[in-house]
């Protein structure tokens, strides 16, 4: 086998490891809320007082999440990514055997703690394990794994629970994480973690999160998970309302916009590593899916278009992701990468856990086309946002 393909080969282990445990983050996410009517009957508590565990379980991912990327710098990638993953795992595992609602709270937010460090140790673990040329299709692997993660977690978890019961669900699941966490360090010759010398050169730099591009990111993310958060949180019953769907097609048409969402995201990675212009590649596809969600909105075409555009919109969203990551790593100091995806992608858990509130109030007013409208409107704010970020931070390769 030539140099090249040992090469090749190495990286290829090295993304579908990384992946895999990207996969589990997602679907620990989603581990518990389709097991809520089991568990409420069987603990005694309230359907409020399960989704406050899910509350706390992101507000600890959004709280740590940047110390933890300082940490990955400091002292490297792959260490904490495999006792992240063992603390998320072994969490989970133990909310199946919570016999009341605060056992449930407290091995949520430490499943919450564990989570912090998938994103700061993914992308700094990626960098240093996949060269430049193909780190866009590296990328695109890495965020395909996530949407699988929440394809898969509802599938999972509802069979596990009517074959036994939701507690042998959760441990079921739990116990995928902390197996995963011991085979990683078998390939630790596979995911590099060479990055020692400049993580001396920037780590501990608090002011770099203050740069106007790394701040410019952090928006992009709060905007792009703001506008994600209207589609998978309100379209359904936006359709239901706007085009007289059934909850059964409106469901369907989500589907079909994630799954085509998966498409995108897997062309996408190889649009990243042959473009010259991320930033370009950004500004279209978001410019052309608020187009398309503009139409959805209006109410004026035809349903059977109305549905090709929102499933477009699904596939601009995806081309986006491989670009957007590569972006912002070829802007990013170097020994800063878990740092700068730390806090950047922090905003997600902003966008996500603040842009419902406005969705719900648009829809008591009586106006489910404005799910569509805000939608659009930030998803064009975001294109403003990538031109500003196009200036590299101080220190960057660029």
């Not at 704010?381 to 970020?389: E, K, N």
């Amino acid at each position: 086998m030539t140099a090249a393909a040992t090469t090749v080969r190495r990286e290829v282990e090295a993304v579908g490891l990384i992946s895999a445990a990207h996969f589990l983050s997602h679907f620990y996410q989603l581990a518990l809320p389709p097991l809520f009517i089991l568990i409420r009957d069987d603990i005694g508590t309230s359907f409020l007082a399960l989704g406050s565990t899910v509350a706390a379980y992101n507000i600890a991912t959004a709280v740590l999440q940047t110390p933890i990327g300082f940490l990955v710098d400091r002292i490297g990638a792959r260490g904490v990514l495999i006792a992240g993953l063992a603390v998320n795992a072994a969490a989970i595992s133990a909310a199946g055997l919570a016999e009341s609602y605060w056992a449930m709270m407290a091995a949520m937010m430490a499943a919450g703690v564990g989570n912090a460090v998938f994103h700061p140790a993914d992308f700094a673990l990626l960098s240093s394990s996949v060269d430049d040329r193909r780190l866009g299709r590296a990328f695109s692997v890495h965020s395909l794994s996530g949407s699988l993660g929440f394809a898969a977690a509802p599938v999972f978890m509802l069979f596990m629970a009517s074959v036994w019961d939701w507690r042998t669900a959760l441990i079921a699941a739990g116990a995928a994480g902390l197996a995963l966490a011991c085979v990683l360090p078998a390939f630790s010759g596979a995911i590099r973690d060479n990055r020692a010398r400049e993580r001396k050169q920037r780590s501990g730099d608090w002011t770099l999160l203050l740069d106007r591009t790394i701040l410019s990111f952090f928006g992009f993310y709060a905007l792009s998970a703001a506008a994600g958060a209207g589609i998978s949180g309100f379209s359904v019953v936006a359709f239901i309302a706007i085009y007289g769907a059934s909850p059964e097609l409106a469901g369907g048409i989500l589907t079909a916009f994630y799954l085509l969402t998966g498409l995108g995201v897997a062309a996408g990675g190889y649009i990243a590593d042959r473009s010259h212009r991320p930033d370009a590649v950004l500004g279209i596809c978001y410019a052309a899916a608020a187009c398309a969600l503009i139409a959805v909105a209006t109410g004026a075409l035809a349903f059977w278009l109305v549905v090709a555009a929102f499933c477009l919109a699904g596939v601009f969203r995806g081309i986006v992701n491989p670009s957007r990551d590569v972006l912002l790593k070829r802007l990013t100091p170097a020994g800063a990468v878990g740092t700068v995806f730390g806090f950047v992608t922090t905003g997600f858990n902003v966008g996500l856990g603040t842009a419902p509130v406005l969705y719900g109030w648009v829809m008591d007013l009586g106006r489910p086309d404005a799910v569509f409208w805000i939608a659009a409107g930030f998803t064009v704010l975001t294109i403003g946002i990538v031109f500003a970020a196009r200036r590299p931070v101080a220190g960057s390769a660029d």
